[in-house]
């Protein structure tokens, strides 16, 4: 799995972004098995993620609602298939309101352009 760390900090909040070919939801859900078993990752407030396996989309806020439906739509855009998307979040303390879906969205698209790269 491809982790990129230390991507964004804003009030407190800090920000990573992870991924990983994947096919299924039994797949990510496993990959993330993987992730959290860094305990840095473990700790994490939010691990949110995507994934557009063979044309369906499957997501999980993890707790931090509406964030799997941003990295869906980044997805979908790339038409980027078959391939695990994870935003991890640890809270600071402050609310960060509509700032966080624009930090979702940073995040995923410094994954891609990484990808890409």
């Known amino acids: 799995m491809r982790v990129i760390e230390n991507i964004i900090s804003d009030r407190g909040s800090k920000y990573a972004v992870s ?3 994947c096919g299924s939801e039994s797949e990510a859900k496993a990959l993330i098995r993987e992730l959290t078993r860094r305990k840095k990752f473990a700790k994490a407030t939010h691990n ?3 994934l557009i ?3 369906v989309p499957i997501k999980n806020d993890d707790g931090e ?6 990295i869906l739509r980044m997805l979908e ?3 980027l298939q078959d391939h695990l998307v994870v935003v991890t979040r640890w809270y600071g303390g ?3 309101g509509g700032d ?3 930090h979702v969205q940073e995040a995923v698209r410094l994954y891609l352009q990484d990808l890409d790269g």
């Open 53 to 55: 396996a063979a044309g």
């Open 48 to 50: 949110t993620w995507g």
């Open 77 to 79: 855009r790339a038409e």
């Open 100 to 102: 966080r879906f624009r």
């Open 19 to 21: 991924g990983a070919p």
């Open 94 to 96: 402050k609310h960060l």
């Open 65 to 70: 609602s509406g964030a799997g439906m941003v």
